[in-house]
Nanobody, 127 residues
């Protein structure tokens, strides 16, 4: 099994920055892709970013590309999401996720491909 625990959420003003962390434990050797998703009140869960465990290739949603950066620290079994230039519409519950499948070089953006999920951390952006 794989366990994911997020931290780092909170309140931030528009234009500010925040770093989310995700501690990964358990059968980490089985993982191929790590990702971040978010869900705002009344909306569907949406893809934010993904990173390949093997070669650190990344993929971002258009809405965050250029503002957010996903990264890993394999020595610490940690996943991060650096969020800059935050906007009100970035307000959501952010969850880290992990996938064990083989995706042929592409990084999955649909939540159905991810096998393991954290409990989520709230990010609130206000004026």
């Amino acid at each position: 099994q794989v366990q994911l625990v997020e931290s780092g959420g909170g309140f931030v003003r528009t234009g500010g920055s925040l770093i989310l962390s995700c501690a990964v434990s358990g059968r980490t050797s089985s993982l191929s892709v790590m990702g971040w998703f978010r869900q705002a009140p009344g909306e569907e869960r949406e893809f934010v970013a993904a990173i390949s465990v093997g070669d650190s290739a990344t993929n971002y949603a258009d809405s965050v590309n250029g503002r957010f950066a996903i990264s890993t620290d394999k020595s610490k079994n940690m996943l991060y999401l650096q969020m800059n230039s935050l906007k009100f519409r970035d307000t959501a519950i952010y969850s880290c996720a992990a996938a064990s499948g083989r995706f042929g070089g592409s990084l999955p953006t649909h939540s159905a491909w991810y096998d393991h999920w954290g409990q989520g951390t709230q990010v609130t952006v206000s004026a």
